[in-house]
């Protein structure tokens, strides 16, 4: 996400600023409460919290990293800005899926955990965009950016799908239903 204006800029020099950092942006909000809406919904029809959860994040990992890959193969500006508004929307479905998880998993102690993952998931970005500067340093394509954001997206959603719980393993002694 931070080298897409680079993205567009230098693939699209005479393209409009304003159109691929804002679009992409705007497409996010109704999809992240979309996903909530749907999330809810799915649990409340019966389906089971993990299968739910699991689900958010083959569409916010995997669905988006599809797209990702496509926005290194395309050659139109309106092309690539949906692509990109694809993938950055689709993203949003983490709220519904790994982003809530932590909740289903240890709600008394939720605030904790959250935090430390979001700092992990920080530290991996700081990573990520030097590896990405680094891969365009070196390779001069884009492809190969996007090919690292889908085979990041992939190795955390395989990860989730393995290893994703939603049984509750709270610390607290007492199981209060809030």
């Known amino acids: 996400l931070s080298w897409l204006p680079t993205f567009f800029q230098e693939t699209f020099p005479g393209s409009k600023g304003w159109v691929f950092n804002v679009v992409p942006w705007l497409v996010a909000i109704p999809a992240s409460l979309f996903s909530g809406f749907l999330s809810d919904r799915l649990i409340s029809q019966g ?7 699991k689900f958010m994040q083959v569409m916010g990992l995997g669905l988006s990293s599809v797209f990702a890959l496509c926005l290194g ?8 800005v949906v692509f990109a ?3 950055i929307g689709l993203q ?3 709220h519904s899926g790994i982003s809530v998880n932590i909740q289903d998993l240890a709600p008394s102690c939720a605030g904790f955990l959250f935090g430390v993952a979001n700092t992990a998931g920080a530290l991996a970005g700081v990573v990520g965009v030097c590896l990405g500067g ?3 340093e070196t390779t001069g394509s884009w492809t190969s950016m996007f090919n690292l954001v889908a085979a990041v997206g992939s ?3 395989c990860t989730f799908l393995l290893f994703g719980e939603a049984q509750r393993v709270d610390l607290s002694p007492a199981h209060e239903d809030l």
Do not use: D, K, Q, W
């Open 47 to 53: 389906y089971r919290t993990i299968t739910v959860r």
């Open 73 to 80: 193969h395309t050659s139109s500006f309106c092309t690539s």
């Open 85 to 87: 508004s694809a993938s």
């Open 92 to 94: 949003t479905f983490n």
């Open 134 to 136: 680094y891969l365009l």
């Open 155 to 157: 190795l955390g959603l």
